[in-house]
């Protein structure tokens, strides 16, 4: 039997109003959006961070007046 805790008090899942269910339902689909955009944002940061390295590497050194771009 599945349960849910609710403030502290353990509630059986096919025992609640349809209502309930189903704010349950919307509860679980958005914390696995949130996982998802967490996930995405870890990605992006790991990105940026690559990005300014790679910026900061292809920054013109001093008495160097031209820029080079790596990949």
């Known amino acids: ?24 339902m919307n509860i679980q689909y958005v914390d696995q959006k949130i996982a998802d955009l967490k996930s995405q944002i870890a990605v992006m940061t790991a990105a940026r961070e690559y990005y300014s390295t790679l910026l900061k590497a292809n920054l013109p050194k001093e008495g160097d007046d031209t820029v080079k771009y790596e990949e």
């Open 1 to 24: 039997m599945a349960t849910v805790t609710i403030d502290g008090k353990e509630y059986a899942i096919e025992e609640l109003p349809d209502a309930a269910k189903a704010q349950i």
